[in-house]
């Protein structure tokens, strides 16, 4: 067994890079959705459940502790690479929502740029999963 087949797994060293990347995209992402986002609206203020019905939604108070709990849950899970595309649905799903309906009327930069900087990486995420070094990938292994 040479060092390569350990830390390559048989792999091309670019793939090996490709795979470390996406998993210090995907923590990075992850951690900063979930504690610079979401652990600030749980448990839902008055004044965040006020914006939620501002924008329009029924019921204000369930879909601001959903709001919460996709970005604070999901980021996590994506950090994890745990069940990587359905947290990354609902991630693009509020960003989605801060970026084009929450922030429409600002300027580019700032939470705007931000939360569709946040939609964009969950959209890659979606389409390509979690990559090699992540939960996922040991139960999708231990599956097979």
Same mark, same amino acid.
């Given at each position: 067994?040479?060092?390569?087949?350990?830390?390559?797994?048989?792999?091309?060293?670019?793939?090996?890079?490709?795979?470390?990347?996406?998993?210090?995209?995907?923590?990075?992402?992850?951690?900063?959705?979930?504690?610079?986002?979401?652990?600030?609206?749980?448990?839902?203020?008055?004044?965040?459940?006020?914006?939620?019905?501002?924008?329009?939604?029924? $019921?204000?108070? *369930?879909?601001?502790?959903?709001? /919460?709990?996709?970005? #604070?849950? @999901? &980021?996590?899970? %994506? +950090?994890?690479?745990?069940?990587?595309?359905?947290?990354?649905?609902?991630?693009?799903?509020? $960003?989605?929502? *801060?970026?084009?309906?929450?922030? /429409?009327?600002?300027? #580019?930069? @700032? &939470?705007?740029? %931000? +939360?569709?900087?946040?939609?964009?990486?969950?959209?890659?995420?979606?389409?390509?999963?979690?990559?090699?070094? *992540?939960?996922?990938?040991?139960?999708?292994?231990?599956?097979?």
């Amino acid at each position: 067994m040479t060092l390569r087949s350990i830390l390559f797994g048989g792999a091309t060293i670019e793939g090996f890079i490709a795979n470390l990347g996406c998993a210090a995209l995907r923590v990075y992402v992850g951690f900063a959705v979930a504690f610079n986002h979401g652990i600030n609206k749980l448990p839902p203020s008055e004044s965040f459940i006020s914006g939620v019905q501002n924008m329009g939604f029924p $019921m204000p108070e *369930a879909f601001a502790m959903v709001a /919460a709990v996709s970005e #604070f849950a @999901g &980021g996590l899970l %994506l +950090a994890l690479g745990l069940l990587t595309r359905h947290a990354a649905f609902f991630i693009l799903a509020t $960003m989605f929502v *801060a970026g084009f309906i929450r922030h /429409a009327s600002d300027p #580019f930069g @700032g &939470g705007k740029e %931000l +939360a569709i900087t946040f939609a964009f990486c969950a959209m890659m995420f979606i389409a390509i999963g979690s990559g090699k070094f *992540a939960l996922d990938a040991l139960v999708h292994r231990r599956q097979v």
